[in-house]
């Protein structure tokens, strides 16, 4: 399944050094606000040292790793949502990802300006909320008058969207992202349905300088107070650091360079574990000579709706799915040692797709 998340925030809070650093495309990168007029989009290969495993043990004559789309779109100023600086754009593009990663600037540095001329990360964070709420506001009222008229007609499931809609706007008026709002699951869909901006998971990335990297500083240690009841992640991430890393050739380079700034990884994984966490998402593996590879699916699917991520046509015939547990294939190293041992399970259309589950599917159609 395609992943998007698109990054956002304030002209100049290190949105573009961040894409660049954490993709393979080349936004430009400057000091000075809307320098990203047009969304860029980026690849990211999603790394997972358990694909490079069974690559080791299968040999595989091809290997293709899952990846994530990461959407670079264009700075936000106050009065985007009444179509401000490049606001209808912004809002626009930001319909169509499936999370926001929003980037907060949390460091100080004279030579980088702000564009409202103060670092507070609390301020900017409101600013990107209000207007995204004053948008969804603008939303739901349309949705409202529009349901109102078809509610009288005196149809009962009319009245009970009327309902669950103008509970929507109430919850949005107090200031309040739609994410946050207990629905059942009509209400769900409805608001999925009006592609709220503030109904999408969100991750805040606190862009700090490299002595902060690790323990965060000031700034961020306000922001995380501001989003505690927030259903939302929070990762430190400098983007200048992430930059230097990716001017680096090789992995060794990389490590070395990692290890000297005391970081395990690079912040590009911890993001992209931080969207995994943020959106339910799991992997599993399909496995043999010809090819290993990962597929991205929703945690607590079942196995025919795992089976379509790969084909349409292994959904609607599926017949059984054929399971091996990853620890039991790195124990005994290949799928026939598996069989023999007796670790290979036969799972009909009520298994529940495990993260890190070796798959075989039998379809017929």
Known sequence: MALQCGIVGLPN??????????TSAKALAANYPFVTKDPNIGIITVPDPRLDKLTELVNPRNVVPTTIEIVDIAGLIKGASKGEGLGNQFLANI????????VVRCFENDNVVHVDGKIDPIRDKGVIDTELLLKDIETVEKRVDKLRKQAKSGKKEDQRLLQIAEDILVHLNNMEPARSIPLEEEGKELMKDMFLLTGKPILYVCNVDEESVLTGNVHTERLKKAIEKEDAEMILVSADIEAEIAQLGSMEERMDFLHEMGLE??????LIHACYKLLHLVTYFTAGEKEVRAWTIVKGWKAPAAAGVIHSDFEKGFIRAEVIKYDDFLKYGSEPAVKE?????????????????????????
């Open 13 to 22: 809070v290190g949105k573009s050094t961040l894409f660049n650093a954490l």
């Open 95 to 102: 319909r169509e990802v499936d999370a926001i990663v929003h």
């Open 265 to 270: 990884e690079p912040g590009v994984n911890r």
């Open 341 to 365: 041992a007796g670790k290979m399970a036969v799972e009909g259309k009520e298994y529940v797709v495990q993260d890190a589950d070796i798959m075989h599917f039998r379809f017929n159609v």
